[in-house]
Protein backbone atom coordinates (compact mmCIF):
# COMPACT_ATOMS: atom_id res chain seq x y z
CA UNK A 1 0.00 0.00 0.00
CA UNK A 2 1.16 3.25 -0.29
CA UNK A 3 0.43 5.94 2.35
CA UNK A 4 0.09 10.19 1.82
CA UNK A 5 0.34 11.97 5.03
CA UNK A 6 -0.11 15.65 4.94
CA UNK A 7 0.67 18.21 7.33
CA UNK A 8 0.80 22.33 7.43
CA UNK A 9 -3.15 23.45 7.19
CA UNK A 10 -4.56 25.58 9.32
CA UNK A 11 -6.12 29.05 9.74
CA UNK A 12 -4.68 32.63 8.23
CA UNK A 13 -5.56 35.61 7.72
CA UNK A 14 -5.84 36.98 4.37
CA UNK A 15 -1.77 37.70 2.61
CA UNK A 16 -0.44 35.22 5.30
CA UNK A 17 1.45 32.03 4.05
CA UNK A 18 1.32 28.88 5.02
CA UNK A 19 3.56 25.61 3.65
CA UNK A 20 1.89 22.25 3.29
CA UNK A 21 4.13 19.06 3.13
CA UNK A 22 3.35 15.64 2.07
CA UNK A 23 5.08 12.64 2.53
CA UNK A 24 4.89 9.34 0.76
CA UNK A 25 5.74 5.78 2.17
CA UNK A 26 4.79 2.46 1.55
CA UNK A 27 5.72 0.28 -1.45
CA UNK A 28 6.47 2.48 -4.13
CA UNK A 29 8.64 1.43 -7.48
CA UNK A 30 8.30 4.83 -9.31
CA UNK A 31 6.44 8.15 -9.01
CA UNK A 32 5.06 10.10 -11.89
CA UNK A 33 3.93 12.95 -10.30
CA UNK A 34 3.29 14.77 -7.35
CA UNK A 35 0.93 17.40 -6.56
CA UNK A 36 -1.91 19.08 -4.48
CA UNK A 37 -5.30 19.37 -4.99
CA UNK A 38 -7.93 21.39 -3.31
CA UNK A 39 -12.06 21.15 -2.75
CA UNK A 40 -13.91 24.06 -1.46
CA UNK A 41 -17.59 23.42 0.02
CA UNK A 42 -19.71 22.43 -2.71
CA UNK A 43 -17.16 22.62 -5.39
CA UNK A 44 -15.53 20.04 -7.48
CA UNK A 45 -11.79 19.06 -6.55
CA UNK A 46 -9.35 20.69 -8.74
CA UNK A 47 -5.80 20.87 -9.24
CA UNK A 48 -3.72 23.33 -7.56
CA UNK A 49 -0.11 22.14 -8.67
CA UNK A 50 1.56 19.22 -10.34
CA UNK A 51 5.31 18.32 -10.83
CA UNK A 52 6.40 15.73 -12.71
CA UNK A 53 9.44 13.58 -12.43
CA UNK A 54 9.99 14.31 -15.90
CA UNK A 55 8.15 17.29 -17.17
CA UNK A 56 6.51 20.72 -16.05
CA UNK A 57 5.07 21.96 -13.22
CA UNK A 58 1.91 23.13 -13.44
CA UNK A 59 0.01 25.86 -11.53
CA UNK A 60 -4.17 26.62 -11.33
CA UNK A 61 -3.70 29.90 -13.25
CA UNK A 62 -6.13 30.99 -9.85
CA UNK A 63 -2.71 30.47 -7.94
CA UNK A 64 -0.07 31.33 -10.05
CA UNK A 65 2.80 33.72 -8.67
CA UNK A 66 1.23 33.16 -5.28
CA UNK A 67 2.21 29.71 -4.52
CA UNK A 68 5.00 27.34 -5.04
CA UNK A 69 5.30 23.44 -5.73
CA UNK A 70 8.24 21.39 -4.45
CA UNK A 71 10.00 17.54 -4.27
CA UNK A 72 12.41 16.17 -1.92
CA UNK A 73 12.31 13.14 -4.13
CA UNK A 74 15.36 10.93 -1.88
CA UNK A 75 12.11 11.64 0.61
CA UNK A 76 9.24 11.37 -1.56
CA UNK A 77 8.07 14.21 0.05
CA UNK A 78 5.72 17.25 -1.88
CA UNK A 79 5.67 20.79 -0.64
CA UNK A 80 3.22 23.42 -1.33
CA UNK A 81 4.19 27.10 0.05
CA UNK A 82 0.86 28.93 -0.23
CA UNK A 83 1.88 33.08 -0.42
CA UNK A 84 -0.57 35.84 -0.09
CA UNK A 85 -3.33 33.86 0.62
CA UNK A 86 -6.95 34.83 -0.15
CA UNK A 87 -10.09 33.97 1.10
CA UNK A 88 -11.29 32.00 -2.04
CA UNK A 89 -8.29 29.52 -1.49
CA UNK A 90 -10.12 27.92 1.68
CA UNK A 91 -10.53 24.52 0.85
CA UNK A 92 -9.55 20.82 2.33
CA UNK A 93 -6.19 20.25 0.06
CA UNK A 94 -5.31 17.23 -0.80
CA UNK A 95 -1.86 15.60 -1.65
CA UNK A 96 -1.79 13.03 -5.22
CA UNK A 97 0.60 10.93 -6.19
CA UNK A 98 0.35 8.92 -9.54
CA UNK A 99 3.04 6.07 -9.78
CA UNK A 100 3.35 2.19 -9.95
CA UNK A 101 3.86 0.14 -6.68
CA UNK A 102 5.66 -2.71 -9.08
CA UNK A 103 7.60 -2.52 -12.17
CA UNK A 104 4.80 -4.08 -14.02
CA UNK A 105 1.96 -2.22 -12.11
CA UNK A 106 -0.76 0.14 -13.95
CA UNK A 107 -0.03 4.17 -13.09
CA UNK A 108 -2.77 4.51 -10.13
CA UNK A 109 -3.19 7.35 -8.46
CA UNK A 110 -3.14 7.83 -4.79
CA UNK A 111 -4.30 10.31 -2.46
CA UNK A 112 -4.04 11.75 1.51
CA UNK A 113 -7.21 12.37 4.06
CA UNK A 114 -6.92 15.96 3.17
CA UNK A 115 -5.54 19.00 5.10
CA UNK A 116 -7.93 21.77 5.93
CA UNK A 117 -6.74 25.56 4.69
CA UNK A 118 -8.96 28.74 6.03
CA UNK A 119 -7.92 31.90 5.18
CA UNK A 120 -10.14 34.68 7.10
CA UNK A 121 -9.68 37.53 8.98
Known amino acids: QVQLVESGGGLVQPGGSLRLSCAAS????????MGWYRQAPGNQRELVATMPTRGTTDYADSVKGRFTISRDNAKNTVYLQMNSLKPEDTAVYYC???????????????WGQGTQVTVSS
Open 26 to 33: GSIFSINA
Open 96 to 110: NLRGRRLPWSNEAAY
